[in-house]
């Protein structure tokens, strides 16, 4: 099956910092990913879709200026989470499709703000 | 937008049991996948069923588009089963992949 891989696995930060976590698709190209959000015991919840080369499309809700998306090139998206406080604190996971292909998952970021 | 309902929330199993997962969705999709959950948090792919049934091992999927439903059956459950099984749909307008809430089984020893 097609790859998505996600780093770091986990991060801890000071609050006030940012982070940055990255998705990448290893053996396809993806002109579209999608990043995600889970909270404790939760569902996972769409935050934004990243489209390569424009800007990305965040849900209603996720505040654009505080989760920052690049797609900068067809196998790597970013995430910053800028000026992260203890409440940003979650599981992120990103996701691709190749094409006429089921989607695939990273193996998702665990970040705690302290 | 469309809406993904499980069901049910949580389940306990003997080991051996067999069980049903059911996963509703309130409009037309272009795909559905099944999930597992493991401790890790990592997704596996269990399934991509837009239509029609499936079977891996213990594991089959049944999903009838025209009446908005998917059943997952896991037969002869093992502890190593245990998790959250999600069931996540693609709308037919925006290709998002849209979430159920999930179901977290126990199987017990």
């Known amino acids: 099956g097609a790859v998505v891989s996600q780093h770091p696995s986990w991060v801890i930060c000071k609050s006030g910092t940012s982070v940055k976590i990255e998705c990448r698709s290893l053996d396809f190209q993806a002109t579209t990913m999608f990043w995600y959000r889970q909270f404790p015991k939760q569902s996972l919840m769409l935050m934004a879709t990243s489209n390569e080369g424009s800007k990305a499309t965040y849900e209603q809700g996720v505040e654009k200026d505080k989760f920052l998306i690049n797609h900068a090139s067809l196998t790597l998206s970013t995430l910053t989470v800028t000026s992260a406080h203890p409440e940003d604190s979650s599981f992120y996971i990103c996701?691709?499709?190749?094409?006429?292909?089921?989607?695939?998952f990273g193996q998702g970021t665990r970040l705690t703000v302290v | 937008g469309i809406q993904v309902e499980q069901s049910p929330p949580d389940l306990i199993l003997q080991e051996g049991a067999n069980s049903t997962l059911r996963c509703n969705f309130s409009d037309s999709v272009n795909n559905l996948q099944w999930f597992h959950q493991n401790p890790w948090g990592q997704l596996i792919n269990l399934f991509y069923i837009p239509s029609g049934t499936k079977q891996n091992g213990r594991l089959s999927a049944t999903t009838v588009a025209t009446e908005r439903y998917s059943l997952l059956y896991i037969s002869s459950s093992q502890t190593t089963d245990s998790g959250v099984y999600f069931c996540?749909?693609?709308?037919?307008?925006?290709?998002?992949?849209?979430f159920g809430a999930g179901t977290r089984l126990f199987v017990k020893a």
């Open positions: 996540a749909v693609e709308d037919t307008g925006g290709f998002k992949t849209i």
């Open positions: 996701s691709a499709r190749p094409a006429r292909r089921e989607a695939f």
